[in-house]
């Protein structure tokens, strides 16, 4: 699972972060609404973590012009302020939550696997592919009935596949969407993971679901 998180608080940014990189979600972050917005614009995220005062454009902007461009991304609002007309003005700009300030890290984890449950257009908690199950909420992977255990940045990469099921996507575009946006690429990291994948979800199974474009990429499907 990929999530933005847009906090101007240096210290409290560094902490979200560590703690849900912890928790095996792939993170990007930054400390304006400017910034946030380009993220936003440059690359997918399953959910985002939007503080609302924050400098050059304030979340409450962030999130309309997100509900404005029709992306239904779950939003959790974070902010110091506690009162109904606050809360009422985050959720009726279309926040899915709202978290006050301070707050225990385990809440702000529960509150995220909650708005991670919430199903989307992009195809709820569960996706199949052949005899394939990958759960996106609780990130368990099957194959024929019998559990898969994957890292974080295998998971993140299959559950990117699932989603784009025979959709060929370039190394490039798997790079962007497991790391920063702006990640250089120009390594083999994906053919590495892709290599790991294989081993798990393909190796002892007669129909094979991972398949190597030439020239460009790879693409999860069963052959016909």
Not at 169 to 189: C, F, T
Request: glycine share 8%.
């Amino acid at each position: 699972m990929r999530i933005l998180l847009a906090e101007d608080e240096p210290d409290l940014n560094r902490l979200i972060m560590d703690k849900l990189r912890a928790e095996h979600y792939s993170m990007d972050s930054c400390r304006d609404g400017r910034a946030a917005l380009d993220y936003l614009a440059a690359a997918e995220y399953d959910a985002v973590i939007l503080d609302i005062m924050m400098p050059v454009v304030d979340g409450l902007t962030v999130l309309k012009k997100l509900r404005a461009q029709g992306k239904n991304i779950p939003v959790l609002l974070l902010t110091a302020r506690d009162s109904i007309e606050d809360r009422v003005a985050g959720l009726d700009a279309g926040a899915n939550d709202y978290l006050i300030k301070p707050f225990a890290f385990e809440e702000l984890l529960a509150r995220i696997r909650v708005l991670l449950r919430t199903p989307r257009d992009t195809g709820g908690v569960c996706c199949r592919v052949d005899d394939l199950e990958v759960r996106l909420d609780t990130h368990e992977v099957s194959r024929g009935g019998k559990q898969i255990t994957l890292s974080g940045k295998e998971f993140a990469l299959l559950r990117y596949m699932i989603q784009n099921e025979g959709i060929v996507l370039s190394r490039e575009k798997m790079e962007q969407h497991l790391w920063n946006y702006d990640y250089p690429g120009g390594s083999n990291v994906i053919d590495v993971y892709i290599r790991y994948l294989r081993k798990k979800v393909d190796e002892g199974y007669e129909t094979k679901l991972i398949h190597t474009v030439r020239g460009t990429g790879y693409v999860l499907k069963v052959k016909n």
